[in-house]
């Protein structure tokens, strides 16, 4: 398809779009700015779910929280918004996944040289003629209008004064601060320049937007100067696109337009020729997939929450516009192609996470396409009653059970002209979680109430345990059975408080130590089976075992040193783990959950589809060559800031203090980590991975043991494998073949058993023709067969009805298995001449199998049917035979 451009100017330069995002960029470059990579859109600041605007990732910088990369940078930073997704094609310049060009001063050039550079590269660089730039001020701002006008040279009156919502930036109610102003595109300066209106779209479009960072706003509104005044600027590199290569819309330019192509060519449409609505689902489609693309490519997967479920939207509805365009089949992996290659060079970790991409997308349709037609026809038939809204209920249902995001329901319902009651989904979405929140409560709220209560008078507990597993201390508190009191006796279950401790508290996915707390005079023992942190204090969880204690007792803590042992070795493997999968599987795979028990660990990361068993082996095959390599751990303390500036991996959702504790690996792994660790990795001794499951959209889990419970799954193995080789009498490297032919054997056995139990029951159905009856030229047979297999009772309900002709009708019911009564099985059999009268043996046998409590189904000519209901089969013949014997009795009265 060829592009329709408007009309432009002979001295502005076409160029591509990697050709203005890299012209942009060596300006600056030239100008001593440090370029820097794109972000993630996965963000660092937590306020956020996705990198929204190009100066995101310079937000701690401007804030003062980080030190600044240079004193001058400049990049082009992927973005996505979607608070704004409905205007998605259907206006000229909306867009979920954008490039924003940035130029970024931190207290260095100001004002002057931001306004002057901008000014060049608008009309030396990218040649654009000044009678086509207007730009705008804030109204307060008569320093940027001064340097516009006398500076540069614009004319006054295309210099136009805005109001603060429109050209003032805030970080938020408090923070940095500044005035804006804008560069606009004018593709109508013949129109002249009287009362010119920058919110005319068709004439002006703005392209650079110029934040002067020069305040600092307090509590009451107050705004006083900062002492180092900050540039941020953000041009949209699809807009300018759109201006360079003279077409009527962004997506018309060469970024986005070879998609629209693709879309065409699976459609086999003109986008041309279309009309608009079609327009918008091709723009849709073309948008939305290069949002997916690189959302996957930064790690996210589709889910139902935060950014999952930002990319499950925007992947659902891509296909939902498919289907709107006849697209009937799976095609989303054929337009991410498509869309990779347009982006490749520009972000080269686009073709190393290709597969990844590929196979999430693949899953992600997939699963909707097995919901989307039926959800789709619910919805219809809702529409097509012409309500005046879809209720709360409906949407949820349409929601929980189809898949639908309740916005992808909104938006099709408004282009039926009807309302969806979002109040009252949000009510059943609250009542679920409500629903949800109650079923897993099982926290004894009267022990808590006295623990949390307890714990507030007495403070913090300081953690002994990283030096030393044995320790004298005091008791602060004594809680029995859910009272607070000052002693405990014998057989007491008991949650103790100490002043300072050994043992470890459950937390960061390992669990409480294990041990033992013993008076100075020996006559008490108490068992510690667990210890949880309550707001910094240390609860020891356990059993008076002899004595009695008292609060002030002082105690010899004693952790138990061979579980401690076991944690600290799962704990360590659980950090080589993450480390081998981002080395093997993929770098951007991230903690999700972990478990780091004494006998076991559990990791769960998120990822999208199920790990190859070569890929195991491969991560199993690293951990251990680590193991053997005796790698030494090093523990520091500093802050949160130096630490990730070090790499140092943290869980994303954990909250950290300003200090935290980095456990580090050298050349192996580094993670923010509270737990209890080996000093040396070759103290691990074996790990061994157990199972890779799944166990939600986008999440896997690994289970794995390491240490002495990974000897003893070996010795346990290797004792089955002695049991076998004796069994068979035959060498341990032979039980798989061994096996391998006794399971041939069996098949071949059962398949001679089953046409067995076929003729036995061929020859008791054959037995029944005594018992024909007979009406006009149908004979038919309704009769009770007990301990023959639904299978076989099939092959002689047809044995039958070959015996007794084509106006036959058979009906067998019984029960397979004399052993197991509760099971009936039914079946239904009509000769070629039944089944061409009318009737049906699947809906005839439908009524019959609900008196014995089951269902089911088939064929005109053969249906079969289970039920639950033994004592029930009787009936269910009698109501069959009277149905059968009516039936044929109408057919032949009609004759």
Known sequence: MALERVSSKSHMKSLTGDEIRAAFLNFYEQRSHKVLQSASLVPKDPTVLLTIAGMLPFKPVFLGHEERPSKRATSSQKCIRTNDIENVGRTARHHTFFEMLGNFSFGDYFKKEAIQWAWELSTQVFGIHSKNLVVSVFREDNEAEYIWRNVVGVHPNRIIRMDEEDNFWSSGPTGPCGPCSELYYDFHPELGDEKINLEDDSRFIEFYNLVFMQYNRDADGNLSSLANCNIDTGMGLERMAQILQGVSNNYETDLIFP?????????????????????????????????????????????????????????????????????????????????????????????ERREVILQELQ?????????????????????????????????????????FPVELTKEIAEENSIGVDLEGFHQ?????????????????????????????????????????????????????????????????????????????????GQIGDRGLIITERLDCVFEVETVRRIRGAFVHSGVVKSGTLNVGDEVQCQVDSYTRRCA????????????????????????????????????????????QLDQLERVEKLINRWIVEGHSLLT??????????????????????????????????????????VTNTSEIGLFKIVSETGIAAGIRRIEAIAGQPAIDYFNNRDMVVKHLSELFKIQSNEIVDRVSALQDEVKSLRKLLQQAQDEVASTKALSLTSKVLTIGSSQYVVQRLDNVSSGALQSAA????????????????????????????????????????GMHAGKFLGPIAKICGGGGGGRPNLAQAGGRHPKAVDSALDYANDELSKLLQEFYSCK
């Open 363 to 403: 899953r992600e349709e997939l699963r909707f396409l097995k919901t989307l037609e039926r959800g789709e026809k619910l919805l219809n038939d809702l529409l097509s009653s012409k309500p005046k809204e879809i209720t709360g209920a409906q949407a949820f249902e349409l929601y929980d059970t189809f898949g």
């Open 568 to 611: 600290q070795v799962h704990h360590t493997s659980t950090h080589l783990l993450q480390s081998a999968l981002r080395n093997i599987v993929d770098f951007n795979i991230t903690q999700a959950g972990s478990l780091v028990s004494f006998d076991r660990l559990r990791f769960d990361y998120h990822f999208s589809s199920p790990l």
């Open 636 to 677: 520091s303390e500093m802050t949160i800031d130096e630490a990730k500036r070090a790499g140092a991996i943290a869980m994303f959702g954990e909250k950290y203090g300003e200090i935290v504790r980095v456990v580090n690996i050298p050349n192996v792994s580094m993670e923010l980590c509270g737990g209890t660790h």
């Open 798 to 837: 047809l044995a039958l009805v070959d015996e007794l002709g084509v106006d036959s009708a058979v009906v067998l019911a019984g029960i397979p298995d004399l052993n197991d009564k509760n099971k009936v099985v039914l079946v239904t059999a009509f000769g070629s001449q039944i089944v061409a009268h």
């Open 428 to 508: 059943a979405m609250d009542q679920q979680r409500q629903r949800a929140k109650d079923s897993s409560m099982t926290i004894d709220l009267t022990l808590q109430d006295t623990i949390d209560k307890v714990v507030s008078e007495t403070g913090i507990t300081s953690f002994l345990g990283y030096q030393q597993l044995e320790h004298k201390s005091n008791i602060q508190a004594i809680v029995v059975n859910g009272i607070s009191s000052n002693e405990c006796c014998v057989g007491d279950k008991v949650e103790l408080v100490l002043k300072t401790t050994p043992f470890y508290g459950e937390g960061g």
């Open 259 to 351: 998609l629209l192509d693709q879309v065409a060519s699976l459609t086999r449409l003109n986008y041309q020729l279309l009309d608009e609505k079609n327009k918008i689902s091709f723009k849709v489609i073309a948008d939305h997939i290069r949002a997916c693309v690189h959302l996957i490519s930064d790690g996210v997967f589709a889910s139902n929450l935060g950014r999952g479920y930002i990319l499950r939207r925007l992947l659902r509805r891509v296909v939902r516009h498919g289907r709107l365009l006849g697209i009937a089949e799976p095609f989303l992996i054929n337009i991410a192609q498509v869309a990779i290659e347009l982006m490749k060079t520009s972000y080269p970790q686009l073709i």
